[in-house]
């Protein structure tokens, strides 16, 4: 890299020296560019004038290294002054000091532009909040509807089982015990209690537990069928099924044969 006469390359003035006429030349030619004035208070505090900064930045050996590296200087940008029409360096209006400045036309309308972005930006994230809200939200009432539903269910089933017992009880402790097989299920006239609860009972049907022992009382057995009788006579039927079928296989057998 080469160095201009009066700057050193860590960005400094070489004491010493004459200036150099390239970079006063350019200076009168770009005014805009590189201000006089500016450009020599910058040489005095051992800025680089080219590129307008007002404090020295030392240029190190690690500092090269980054830039060769391709990293970027800090930049330096100015804006108009709202008091008067100089310029002074600030972040606000992304222009380079290299450049030149922007009008107040220009600044306000990008002020305007940047606003607009932000405003939309700011109502795309307050849009995601309330989707959010309002997703959570209806996770939050499905998850207590099942909640509801599975205590309704439970409540149901408790119930339910208590209904079961009752009838069963009562069967067992207020029929059954009652039972005479000549008048079928005896209730005092005396006990009214009795008698509701037999009502109960037969409007809400036979409890399955108990189904084994009210049929047989309620049909009776005025045949005196014992269980070894049954088990004879179911043989039989047995038998005569199965030869039946073998009949009636046989009749086709012959029947398929004729033709």
């Known amino acids: 890299r080469r160095s ?84 002074h360096p600030t972040h606000g209006t992304f222009r380079p000091m290299n450049l030149p400045p922007k009008s107040r036309q220009e600044v306000e309308k990008h002020k305007r532009e940047v606003a607009r972005i932000h405003a939309l930006y700011r109502k795309k994230l307050e849009k995601e909040r309330r989707v959010s809200e309002k997703r959570k939200r209806l996770e939050h009432q499905k998850r207590i509807h099942q909640i509801r539903r599975e205590q309704k269910k439970r409540a149901d089933d408790e119930k339910r089982e208590d209904k079961l017992q009752h009838q069963v009880s009562v069967w067992e402790n207020e029929i059954l015990s009652n039972w005479n097989n000549k008048d079928g299920f005896i209730v005092s006239k005396q006990t009214a209690a009795r008698a509701k609860a037999r009502d109960l009972a037969i409007k809400q049907g036979v409890p399955t537990l108990i189904r084994r022992k009210v049929w047989p009382k309620w049909c009776g057995n005025t045949l005196g069928v014992t269980p070894k009788i049954w088990e004879h006579f179911g043989c039989i039927a047995t038998q005569a099924a199965e030869a039946r079928e073998k009949r009636k296989k046989q009749e086709s057998d012959s029947l398929n044969s004729i033709k």
């Open 4 to 87: 201009s006469p009066n700057i050193s390359p860590r960005g400094g003035e070489n004491k010493g020296k004459p200036n150099n006429p390239f970079f006063e030349a350019l200076a009168k030619v770009f005014p805009q560019l590189i201000p006089p004035a500016a450009a020599e208070a910058t040489r005095r505090k051992g800025g680089n004038f080219l590129f307008h900064t007002t404090e020295s930045v030392p240029v190190t050996k690690a500092r090269m290294r980054a830039m060769d590296a391709g990293a970027h200087p800090p930049r330096v940008v100015r804006a108009l002054s709202s008091s008067s029409g100089d310029t």
